[in-house]
């Protein structure tokens, strides 16, 4: 006599009859567009959540252009610190998107104090 098995056969799995699901077809036609009631009511929603989280004015302005702001590489003669010596080669002021400047040194490498430039054109620590 053989040994019993101790797993059971696979048993193929019982198939339902089901009919396939209508497909569902758009049609663009004159009489339907966007509803100008329901575009309203979403515009004074959102300069109603714009005031609840805002600062109360329901304006939507356009930001300005950070790139007319941008300043670039920039080279300072005469650096904003009073430790420094002014026999030291001039700093070469590097502006970050982050709005920030560093200084970068001669080899390459990075100060990680973020400055910021004033409106004389000196630099300061950011604090």
Same mark, same amino acid.
């Given at each position: ?6 797993? !059971? ?12 699901? *209508? ?9 339907? &567009?966007?509803? @100008? &009631?329901?575009? @309203? ?13 805002? @600062?109360?004015? *329901? ?6 252009? %950070?790139? %007319? ?48 430039? !004033?409106?004389?054109? *000196? ?5």
């Amino acid at each position: 006599m053989p040994p019993i098995w101790p797993f !059971n056969k696979k048993k193929q799995p019982l198939a339902l009859e089901e009919e396939a699901p *209508t497909p569902i077809v758009y049609r663009k036609t004159e009489d339907q &567009g966007v509803d @100008s &009631g329901s575009t @309203s009511q979403q515009q004074e929603d959102y300069k109603a959540a714009l005031s609840f989280f805002g @600062s109360g004015d *329901t304006t939507v302005e356009k930001a300005p252009d %950070q790139s %007319q702001r941008y300043d670039g590489v920039v080279v300072s003669a005469t650096p904003s610190d009073s430790t420094a010596s002014p026999e030291e080669d001039p700093v070469e002021w590097v502006a970050h998107t982050d709005g920030y400047h560093y200084k970068k040194a001669a080899d390459g490498s990075f100060d990680p104090v973020a400055h910021i430039r !004033n409106a004389d054109g *000196t630099y300061e620590p950011y604090s």
